[in-house]
């Protein structure tokens, strides 16, 4: 498999590795089956983080690669969640997190952050510690929201995304920029998708309510 370590192709002076570009498309693919609430994006996350490893190994981001291995782990998990969601309620079930919810995220997110980005400090584990533990814990706090099915999962990308695309720029990882930018865009019309669907079923069930 070294060969996902050599360059696929050039474009304006920047270099894009194999292993770069295929991880990202199929992290691409993963974050629009997602959006559509397809539990195959759960599979395709775990591959795209298979190929990506070898990708932030070669650019000595450690956060990096943990950012995948969370990204493989929570996905396996992730795939278990939505299925029982289908079991039970004939759908995956989304809605708001509540606001002990997002406490607990928001103070696990930065907690997680300092402490890894010590880890990778004193061990010379990242050229950009901080950063790259954002990167890590913001991923992690990321899919754990998608598998409860909090609509703030996508505001999480969101956050992410503003340090990861030029975090990778830097990195020799321009694909990864580049889909980073794309990831934006795709997590905006994201974030609309999962706030309308939540208004309509929220109306579903105050009609239910009333006919009852």
């Known amino acids: 498999m070294n060969w996902l370590n050599d360059y696929a192709f ?4 920047e270099h894009f590795k194999w292993n770069d570009t295929i991880g990202n498309l199929l992290g691409l693919t993963a974050l629009a089956l997602g959006w559509r609430r397809s ?3 759960w599979p395709v996350q775990l591959l795209s983080g298979l190929v990506l490893v070898s990708a932030y190994l070669s650019a000595h981001l450690a956060g990096g690669v943990g950012k995948q291995l969370v990204v493989i782990v929570t996905a396996v998990w992730g795939w278990t969640q939505w299925q029982r969601g289908r079991r039970e309620h004939g759908d995956i079930k989304i809605r708001f997190a509540t606001w002990t919810e997002r406490a607990l995220l928001v103070a ?5 952050t300092i402490a890894v980005a010590l ?3 004193h061990w010379n584990l990242s050229w950009s510690p901080w950063a790259d533990a954002y990167i890590f814990t913001g991923t992690l706090a990321a899919m754990i929201a998608q598998a409860r099915g909090w609509v703030e999962f ?3 990308w969101i956050a992410v995304d503003l340090v990861g695309v030029p975090l990778a720029f830097n990195s020799g990882l321009p ?7 794309v990831y934006f865009v795709l997590v905006l019309l994201g974030l ?3 706030w309308l669907r939540t208004r309509l079923a929220n109306t579903t069930s105050t009609l239910q309510g009333v006919t009852a």
Do not use: D, H, N
């Open 119 to 121: 880890v990778f400090q």
């Open 192 to 194: 609309r998708a999962w």
């Open 154 to 156: 996508w505001i999480a």
């Open 39 to 41: 539990i195959i994006s």
């Open 108 to 112: 696990g997110t930065a907690v997680v």
């Open 175 to 181: 694909f990864s920029g580049l889909v980073y930018s």
């Open 10 to 13: 050039s474009l304006f002076g």
